[in-house]
């Protein structure tokens, strides 16, 4: 007996030796753009895969394939063999395998004897991570394609329905897709798609789609925008998408765009960040219609509302054009013309933007700015 | 894929006046600067040296001919990214089992990333480099969890994202668990951490391109966390 007890105790203090190791990942994640993946794609598929893969070794899934949005109409309705490559560095996985499931929107390569496929991420991604989900059933009406559709317009539809049955919980992919990248499809469906989450009975999907349509320059969802903003608190990260859309994407010169955008600056009983996101578009855009709003800003207690004042006259006067994505990249928005109306040495010497310019003399751009507004603001037509 | 060019080359239009002018630069001592590769000549490129001191052109540039004619000055202001901030709702702590039958967790960070000038840039490399572990969970006995390896991405986006993630099964040590949910609160059993955590932007080779963050990351049981919000 004594024995026995003594083998139970060794086996005690032995089973923590065969514990088996976990996973753990690091790094970075990033989505491919949606424009990037449709032309790079010999297939894309709606599709479910299943299968065991190996993470540091070569191996290959089965994928059911149900529709077909480009590449060989023949292929819908089978199965075929996807190979897949070990990806990234960031992730240590020393278990053995893992399972590929998963139903979704699947980017293909053609390979030697089969497919390989695009991940729809790219850094340290997981097999969940390598596509768009989406329900392994027929589409909508509102959202139906004819074989002979544009791809971008059936690779949009697909989208769309998928997002509609997205339940809001985390999902990668969607959460990059509301950043302009779906408007880079350039598919009057993503329009669609828009309109009908601004109409939905969901708080979420009308946020999302009131950024859709920010995104596209919408002045009328804008104004829908901030009138609703107080409601959108609860639906934080998707409120977090709207106001980045309007902050870098919108620049609409419409009238009451502007108007929309100066009135939010302006309005104590807004929420700041709406305020300052607000107050960056009209800088970005500086039109002479912002120049009333952003000189009122001058005078905000607030250094941010000051800082975007500052900014936007500035570039007006120096007859910088609308800062956009494109010309932000290029620093084709930073770059003085040869002439301008209003340009002198002095307002190149006193141009500045964003707080860690401006904040470290504030008072030498300020006063000038307040001067420069008085003296020309009648001549401008205010 | 998008660069970000540290040269550039200018020529002199000598708008009537001859011979070969000469560069002069007005560099800002606490900001922009730049070098040039010929000083008297037509065609000179100029390689920045560091970044202006914030949005504003703080480097200045002439060419005088031997008639003594000078240009008006070129205002050079020198770009570069500058700063983070977390977006809303972030972190986001989700459950991530890569095996049956596992438990653990996946807690994304998402910053967006801004020029000096305070407007978002897009299409950069990323990566990242580690500091020194310190494992914090060695009773009752260390930790098995394996250290996660550094990655690098390419974003097209505006969003820069990463991620701190752990699974495995129930006899490991600790046991990754999926992350509660809200209401409940996150646990505060701490695995291992990391410091200091550098971000770069510009480049995909580890330690190469512009520090756009650096701090702290923490592994839980639970959750994983970085020290700082914004930078």
């Known amino acids: 007996m004594a024995t026995i007890d003594s083998r139970i105790g060794i086996l005690a203090l032995t089973m923590p030796l065969l514990a088996a190791v976990p996973t753990a990942k690091a790094g970075p994640v990033a989505m491919q753009p949606v424009a990037f993946l449709t032309g790079s794609a010999d297939a894309i598929v709606l599709g479910s895969a299943a299968g065991t893969l190996q993470f540091q070794a070569p191996g290959a899934f089965s994928l059911q394939v149900l529709r077909v949005v480009k590449g060989p109409a023949s292929i819908a309705g089978t199965t075929i063999l996807v190979q897949w490559a070990p990806p990234s560095p960031g992730i240590v996985w020393p278990g053995a395998g893992f399972p590929a499931t998963g139903a979704g929107i699947w980017f293909l390569k053609g390979a030697a004897g089969g497919w390989s496929f695009l991940p729809v991420a790219q850094g340290s991604v997981t097999f969940d991570m390598t596509y768009f989900p989406a329900p392994m059933t027929s589409l909508p009406g509102a959202y139906a394609y004819s074989a002979t559709a544009p791809v971008q317009d059936k690779l949009a539809s697909e989208l769309a329905a998928a997002i509609e049955a997205w339940d809001g919980s985390f999902k990668l992919q969607f959460d990059d897709l509301f950043s302009g990248d779906l408007e880079d499809l350039k598919s009057p469906v993503i329009h669609t798609l828009d309109e009908r989450l601004a109409a939905s009975s969901s708080v979420r999907q009308q946020v999302l789609g009131l950024d859709g349509l920010i995104i596209g320059g919408d002045a009328s969802a804008l104004a829908k925008a901030v009138a609703s903003d107080a409601s959108f608190s609860k639906y934080g990260l998707e409120r977090g998408m709207l106001l980045h859309a309007i902050r870098e994407l919108f620049r609409s010169t419409d009238p009451a765009a502007i108007a929309t955008l100066g009135q939010t600056a302006q309005s104590t009983s807004a929420a700041l960040d709406l305020r300052r996101v607000a107050a960056h578009a009209l800088a970005a855009i500086h039109t002479s219609a912002t120049l009333p709003y952003l000189a009122t800003l001058l005078d905000s207690p607030d250094a941010i509302l000051r800082v975007e004042g500052i900014g936007g006259i500035g570039a007006f006067a120096n007859s910088l054009p609308t800062q956009t994505p494109a010309n932000t990249a290029s620093l084709g928005y930073l770059q003085f013309p040869a002439k301008g109306v209003y340009k002198t040495e002095d307002t190149m010497a006193h141009f500045a933007m964003g707080p860690k310019a401006i904040e470290s003399n504030e008072s030498f751009y300020l006063s000038f700015w307040k001067a420069w507004w008085q003296q020309n603001r009648a001549s401008l037509g205010f | ?231």
């Open chain 2, 1 to 231: 894929m998008l660069l970000y060019y540290a040269q550039a080359s200018w020529t002199a239009n000598a708008n009537g006046h001859s011979g070969t002018p000469t560069w002069t630069v007005e560099n800002n001592p606490v900001g922009g600067s730049v070098t040039l590769s010929c000083y008297t000549c037509s065609t000179t490129e100029a390689t920045s040296t560091t970044a202006s001191a914030g949005c504003n052109h703080d480097v200045a540039v002439y060419v005088t001919y031997p008639d003594g004619a000078q240009s008006a000055p070129l205002y050079v202001l020198i770009n570069t990214p500058a700063s983070t901030t977390l977006q809303a709702n972030y972190p986001q702590n989700s459950t991530w089992i890569s095996q049956p039958g596992w438990n653990g967790y996946q807690s994304k960070y998402q910053w967006y990333l801004f020029d000096l000038c305070g407007n978002g840039l897009e299409g950069l490399d990323i990566n990242e480099t580690f500091g020194n572990w310190t494992i914090d969970y060695t009773y009752p006995q260390q930790t098995n969890w394996p250290f996660p390896k550094a990655g690098s991405a390419y974003f097209a986006g505006y969003d820069f994202d990463d991620f701190l993630a752990a699974s495995g099964p129930s006899n490991a040590v600790p046991p990754p668990q999926n992350p509660p949910q809200p209401p409940q609160p996150l646990g505060d059993t701490t695995v291992y951490h990391d410091t200091p955590w550098y971000y770069f932007a510009g480049s995909q080779s580890f330690g190469s391109g512009v520090p756009i963050r650096v701090d702290t990351q923490q592994y839980y049981q639970d959750h994983g966390t970085h020290s700082l919000a914004n930078w």
